[in-house]
T-cell receptor, first 111, second 111 residues
């Protein structure tokens, strides 16, 4: 049973576009929501993370929006570049060692 | 320094072989993890060590045997693996119940 549902499975945008990835969760005990970026053949790298007491967080061109009442959070990649082409995973945890990952979204940014 | 290192990068082994994967971190993290990742899927948790003691085993077959010799090192001993065990094996580390940092992974192929 997947605790975090991620969509879309894949998306393609033109350079400069804004890919948006959405995640939803059911477990209200989750209190930490990281996003990971993974390039082929590499390990996931932490991109940005948020806690439920914050509605938005920006780091460079990456922005997380968090809607606690809807139990949804999303990643926006502003001014996307071909180098942003990767698989993105959202995740959630509840102050323990286990991360519940979404299924992943493959983003392709065309030049 | 947020680096987790893993060796070897690639490993090919037969079903009767015994091999080991190694992971190292020098960030002072006291939690270390092994994950298995199949192509186009999110990482799946296998084991968690906290303060050098095994705290989580996600019902992993006994042909995988983890070991934590000290707070910086984590090994995964492999014996009598099956072809379906071929995957990317990821190590991660964190402060207790905090952000997990992943290594680059070992690409394992079982013939």
């Amino acid at each position: 049973q997947q605790q975090v549902k991620q969509s879309p499975q894949s998306l393609i945008v033109q350079k400069g576009g804004i890919p948006i990835i959405n995640c939803a969760y059911e477990n209200t005990a989750f209190d930490y929501f990281p996003w990971y970026q993974q390039f082929p053949g590499k390990g996931p790298a932490l991109l940005i993370a948020i806690r439920p007491d914050v509605s938005e967080k920006k780091e460079g061109r990456f922005t997380i929006s968090f809607n606690k009442s809807a139990k949804q959070f999303s990643l926006h990649i502003m001014d996307s570049q071909p180098g942003d082409s990767a698989t993105y995973f959202c995740a959630a945890s509840k102050d323990d060692y286990k991360l519940s990952f979404g299924a992943g979204t493959t983003v392709t940014v065309r030049a | 320094d947020t680096e987790v290192t893993q060796t070897p990068k690639h490993l090919v082994m037969g079903m009767t072989n015994k091999k080991s994967l190694k992971c190292e971190q020098h960030m002072g993290h006291r939690a270390m993890y092994w994950y298995k990742q199949k192509a186009k899927k999110p990482p799946e948790l296998m084991f968690v060590y906290s303060y050098e003691k095994l705290s989580i085993n996600e019902s992993v077959p006994s042909r995988f045997s983890p070991e934590c010799p000290n707070s910086s090192l984590l090994n995964l001993h492999l014996h009598a693996l099956q072809p379906e065990d071929s995957a990317l094996y990821l190590c991660a580390s964190s402060l207790p119940k905090a952000t997990q940092y992943f290594g680059p992974g070992t690409r394992l192929t079982v013939l």
